[in-house]
């Protein structure tokens, strides 16, 4: 059998690199935008989709229901979200984008690739197809049963 050596442990150094990177932008959006990394993240998430159910969001976002709602909340105390009421499903909402959180992520987005780029940068453009494809694989292998 061999020795498990935690610098070699590929989830852990999965884990570290994703941390060391959501440090990263949580220090530059909440310096620069006063966002959180999960508030950005549905900002994101309804720019590219207009509306959604919080539900949704947190599929798709790889957040928790607790998480997207404290988010939704303090984005739609900031004017940034409006919820509206699902009329096919009287318990259920949507959550969609104000002018002014689409705004905001017009403005965000170009500094999140300029960020994407920065993080990147010693890398070619083959390399960064390829760790898209090995992070997509492993994405997969771990969400198999």
């Known amino acids: 059998m061999s020795e498990l050596r935690l610098h070699?442990?590929?989830?852990?150094?999965?884990?570290?690199?994703?941390n060391a990177v959501s440090r990263r932008i949580s220090?530059?959006?909440?310096?620069?935008?006063?966002l959180k990394i999960a508030e950005w993240r549905v900002i994101a998430i309804l720019a590219e989709?207009?509306?959604?159910t919080p539900q949704d969001i947190g599929n798709k976002g790889e957040l928790d229901k607790i998480?997207?709602?404290r988010s939704?909340?303090?984005l739609i105390d900031r004017g940034l979200l409006l919820q509206k009421r699902n009329?096919?499903?009287g318990r259920s909402h949507f959550l969609q984008l104000t002018a002014d959180g689409r705004s905001l992520y017009e403005e965000i987005a170009p500094?999140?690739?300029?960020l994407?780029?920065?993080?990147?940068?010693?890398?070619?453009?083959?390399?960064?197809?390829?760790?898209?494809?090995?992070?997509?694989?492993?994405?997969e292998a771990a969400n198999s049963p």
């Open 87 to 89: 009329p096919e499903d």
């Open 49 to 52: 989709h207009d509306r959604m």
């Open 116 to 139: 994407e780029q920065d993080l990147l940068s010693r890398f070619s453009k083959e390399d960064r197809a390829q760790l898209q494809s090995l992070l997509r694989r492993i994405e």
């Open 27 to 34: 220090d530059s959006y909440r310096r620069r935008f006063g």
């Open 67 to 69: 998480t997207v709602s």
């Open 8 to 18: 070699n442990f590929i989830p852990y150094r999965l884990s570290v690199a994703a």
């Open 111 to 114: 500094a999140a690739l300029r």
């Open 72 to 74: 939704a909340t303090a």
